[in-house]
Each structure stands twice: as C-alpha cells, then as structure tokens.
C-alpha cells in the first residue's frame, strides 16, 4: 500500500495539505474533498489537514458540483454546498503536500505540469491508498459524469472507503 509523503520542508507550522484533482472539478475530486474533509474532521485532524480540489480543465471554473453527485452526498449526510469548481495551477505543487490524480488522465496532465524539481513522489493516484484497489490496473476512479446514478453511487464507495484509508495515513504522518 502507498504512504503519504511527510509534510514540505518549506510548509513550516502550515496544514498538510492535500489536493485531488479530476477533469473538471465537478464530480469525483469535489465528492473526495468533501468526503475527505469529513473524515478528516472525525478524526479531529481540521487544524492540521486541508484538502482542496480542482480539476485539469477550465471549463467549469466557478460551478457548483455537478447536481447529482451533491445530491447523493447530501443523502448521506454530506455538505456538498459550499463547492466552486476551480482548476489547478501549477504553484499548487509547491502548495500541496500531496497531490493526488482520480485517473491516468489526469496524472498525465499534472504530470505534464509538474515542474522538474518536483518531488515525485508527492504526485499520486488517489486509488493507490483504496484497500480494494486491485493494483496497477484498478488504480482509477471512474468518470462518472456521462453515466446514471450508479456511477456516482460507485465512486461515492470508492471514495468514502479511500479517505478512510486516507485519513489512517494522515494520523500517523501529522500525528493526531
């Protein structure tokens, strides 16, 4: 299973912070953010751990997320409303002490953007902590925007069972 990089040396007293990025910012990186974020504050680790999300492309730049998958997280007790769509930019990289892809798209494109003194290993795919993750091959979260609904229930489980396994990693790299 993969581990999470210890914090920047240059972050100094600043949250862990921790970016997932998807294609537009509207699906599967903001239902992780969200879910994230929760899983995080249970764990009492909000002082301690950010999480931030956006996507690859500039197209949904300000939206809200996508109607169905805010839907379904507020059906499971989730604030999905707070949510703007945004996309990354490359001095996120010095600003994240993880950055995690949903898909091999998306990797390619950070990758494509990452400056060349860039940790590596600071630049993951979001299923490498999924404990059901089969490897290699089952290493993305599904785009489920061009799909019914579940797709999204898929990639709620995907990501709810993920952060869990997150947040386990969180603690024993920020304490907690």
């Not at 492309?57 to 989730?78: E, I, K, Q």
């Not at 490359?90 to 798209?105: G, H, I, N, R, Y």
């Amino acid at each position: 299973m993969t581990s999470l990089p210890p914090p920047r040396p240059d972050g100094s007293g600043t949250p862990y912070r921790v970016a997932v990025v998807c294609l537009g910012n509207i699906c599967r990186s903001p239902m992780a953010d969200v879910v994230l974020t929760d899983r995080v504050t249970d764990a009492g680790l909000e002082r301690v751990v950010e999480v931030v999300s956006a996507g690859t492309g500039n197209w949904h730049v300000g939206n809200p997320m996508d109607r169905r998958a805010a839907s379904l997280l507020t059906a499971h007790g989730y604030d999905a409303s707070r949510h703007s769509a945004q996309q990354f930019e490359k001095t996120w990289f010095t600003e994240a002490d993880v950055v995690l892809a949903m898909d091999a798209d998306n990797l390619a494109d950070l990758e494509a953007l990452r400056p060349v003194d860039h940790d590596q290993g600071r630049l993951l795919m979001f299923r490498d902590f999924d404990p059901r993750s089969g490897g290699d091959h089952d290493r993305e979260v599904p785009d489920p925007y061009y799909g019914g609904d579940d797709g999204f229930e898929a990639v709620l489980a995907m990501v709810e069972r993920t952060s869990d396994a997150i947040v386990a990693d969180l603690i024993r790299v920020v304490g907690g």
